[in-house]
């Protein structure tokens, strides 16, 4: 018996992944769909779970399956944020033991099919990035960020990267001019949780593809972070801050020279690994006025 | 020695896989950028290659997959149909002893950003399907196909499925009123190589996603796929016969009554597995005359 | 209507994908565990389905999916190979239309825990490859076949590739030693249905990993398959024939003169794309004894 | 120019993810093989990077990769760990501005192959799991972890769960025999970095599984996550601390009565999604000895 004084339980959390859901809205004729996956955590005070067995304090992760689903009729038509924001509320409603509960939900976007200029009632097609909220909710308050990822972009020029550091093993040579790719994720955080964010997001994604595009000066990928978090928070005044992961899609120039051909910036290898990976926040600078 | 007296070596090829690359073009300010991956497989006489190790008649895939790059460079901006041809015709005449060359080559399009309505000259974000080009060559002539795939496509209702056989395993419910959701592939020959196919390709896509939006009475995946397939024999006289898959992505009603709730078409569950798999050809009747 | 006779539909089957179960048989304290995979098509007299709706004739792939659990019911500890059998039976049987039915069934192993050499009566961790069985019956008879994969073998020497065809693409230098790593994938085909297959199969794997391992005279990809096509044809007299896929995964020896070092075969970038890939098959020569 | 007063950039860092690599060691015609995956992450004094596009304090991750090789080639046979603690080393001195690097590696191990119990000098077949080691190392000194992912377990019986909160979502049936599964993944932190990692990290794994199997009354996941991390706390003294990552692969027991059958624990379905997911982390107490 003696071993089990010697452990003691340190930080742990419990929920589901992986719930996925579809909604169907219909309203005179004209229907509306949504596709979502919900993932959830709770963190709380769950030491006899562990240490005795005890699941009296357990609210199961099938219950908060079946919750999802609950909570999607009330509201089919509910955007990701305000349900985030609803659910973290009745999780910890339902587990007393919880301190914490956490909620991340992404939204793959389809398409109203148009025919001839003329959107159809109610057939789509798969849209080619996806929508995220996140909302960490104690007992003293929430914290809402709104987000998107699998935002492939990529520029053919306008991109350098020179004048690094160098030691005895770079190998890589300067560049003033290379293809930039990216599969871009996102996430900002709002100063308020009584916004439209459907109007929102749509504003902070074309803020972000604009200065991607725009920047075409662009030293680095970190140069190219900063232009769109600087413009993201000059051009959207609900947001506070803004986080980017961007990994560096690299494009290689095919060496062509064995084959007798010369490469001017006409053919490239496209490698998934490996892959730079940049991440940064930008933040709204405090006292500073929104434009 | 006796047992090699006991074995022969049957049907056998040998190519490359995932060859991916990406081409630009520069032309007066306003950039192209194509990304492809390339597969290829070589049959013929390899018998001692086999059985006696001898290298003399083997084209490397390291080859194949150079001069990938190297007739890229040629016509960068080539369409993927007639870069088969002509990859094709390249890898027969490079390797006498192989009788047929077979090369499979997808597209993920890259959408020109816009801005205010205005194209972007060098910006792109990536596209929700690709586009596929299969050729297959052998010394007497060549075969071409085209067609796209990753292409997801549903609609909320005019879809049933009901009056089916049953058995002692029946458990499936008719249904007169369902969601229809697939992941749509397809592959179509053209009767001629003398062709736009760009402009062919697009005129399918768009007959398909028409014939499957206004599909209002589908008894089933089958009966869908037969009319896109009709569609298209219909509207595109390049088009000799088209071959569909269509995954069945299922989205199952979740019974919402143990909550006191009533699913009124409204709340789905989204699975991956099992899925329901349905494959078939439409061809153009011998004889018939393109509309 | 006129549009409506230009079209026949062509080759088409249907079925199901991704039937996932297990079965646990429990026998006197000690526990079996199988974890396996079942996809499905039917083939036959569906032209009505498709051209007028009509499911008279249509097995439902629900009902493929339900009647996999039931048949596991039956014989929880039967091997993929018998079942393969007495499913495709089942499948003809209920459905009169089917001229063909053809399953796929893959095993997932998992090995008992050893503790301190004993086995462990009810745990397990998952196995490293798969096995497969494939099963295609028509109303005159049913053929065979079971195999393996993800069975990933690699030697670090043995290995040759030189003497090869050379052409203006060539840029591959010929090597006498090197890498050669795939994951394999065979299937073969037994000359009769009344076999231990659970012995049979492992037999053939031994022979094959054997083979592989023994070829030290390597010249190619090719050269090894044949060398353990045949070494399976020699030593398993059930098998009439084997088919092997070997993706060549490429190991490609770094290039550490720009660091002031020598690599001497020690450090190898490993490369998923792009990938040589060899398939082909060894067959017992007709009139040939088995040895 | 007024909008650039109002942002400031937050945490950021920047890195290589997939830096694959394979090393082979050579000594008295017995082979050694080895192969991992690295990725590295830098933090520290790089505003000018992003806010001005300087790059004279970046080290590219061109180099991050071409030095994992060099050091690679200086120690081969190296242990993941020691590795990870090389590796930042050298990285902290390459970068002048970094305070901090990170480091991540993964290691899939591959058997020997055995051949009539006798072990072959070049051959291998790749293993089911994966080691991996975590340095994060800052200007003050450094942290290490080791642990394993991709470790699939399972017992048929032993596992119970019941007694949990209800409310009015609550669907799930209380049960007191039920499959538990689970893709294991751990990291554990070491009192000292003057340890033979290859006998610890082996260690940890055997009382991980040993314990998984003998807790033959688990009440949850939890449960037996924290029996698994006790006995490591006590079976191994130099870990101070462990976390797992334990999702719960549902295998569902099948209805079969509505094919007038009994479901005895026979016949269950194994599902991706949604899926528990239980983490927590044991620590030894303070003050109290090792066993």
């Known amino acids: 018996m003696a071993p089990e004084v010697g452990a003691t339980l340190g930080p742990n959390r419990y929920g589901k992944a992986g719930i996925r859901l579809a909604t169907v809205v219909r309203r005179d004729g004209q229907h509306e769909f949504f596709e979502r996956e919900v993932e959830v955590r709770l963190e709380g005070e769950f030491e006899d779970v562990h240490t005795k067995g005890d699941n009296a304090s357990v609210l199961p992760t099938d219950t908060m399956r079946g919750s999802v689903y609950a909570l999607a009729k009330q509201r089919p038509d509910e955007g990701i944020e305000a349900f985030a924001l609803r659910y973290t509320d009745y999780l910890l409603d339902a587990s007393p033991a919880a301190t914490r509960a956490e ?47 699998e935002l492939y972009v990529l520029k053919t020029t306008g991109s350098a990267f020179a004048g690094f550091l160098e030691d005895r093993y770079t190998t890589l040579p300067a560049t003033d001019d290379r293809i930039m790719a990216t599969n871009l994720e996102a996430e900002w955080r709002y100063g308020s949780t009584d916004l439209d964010f459907g109007v929102e997001r749509r504003c902070v994604k074309d803020v972000i593809v604009h200065a991607f595009a725009h920047h075409d000066e662009s030293n ?26 961007l990994p560096n899609l690299h494009h290689i120039a095919v060496d062509l020279a064995p084959y007798g051909l010369r490469n001017e910036g006409e053919v490239f290898v496209v490698t998934d690994t490996p892959s730079g990976r940049i991440e940064g926040t930008v933040r709204r600078t405090e006292g500073a006025f929104p434009a």
């Not at 939204?107 to 009632?121: F, K, L, M, N, S």
């Not at 970190?222 to 609900?238: I, K, N």
């Open 103 to 149: 909620t991340w939900i992404t939204e793959r976007p389809w398409d109203r099919v148009q025919i001839e200029g003329r959107p159809h009632p109610h057939s789509f097609t798969r849209g080619a990035h996806r929508w995220t909220a996140h909302a960490l909710r104690e007992r003293g308050g929430v914290r809402l960020s709104a987000g998107l990822d």
């Open 220 to 245: 680095s990928v970190q140069h190219t972070l900063w232009e769109m978090g600087r413009a993201v928070v000059d051009s959207c005044p609900s947001v506070d801050e803004i986080w980017f992961s």
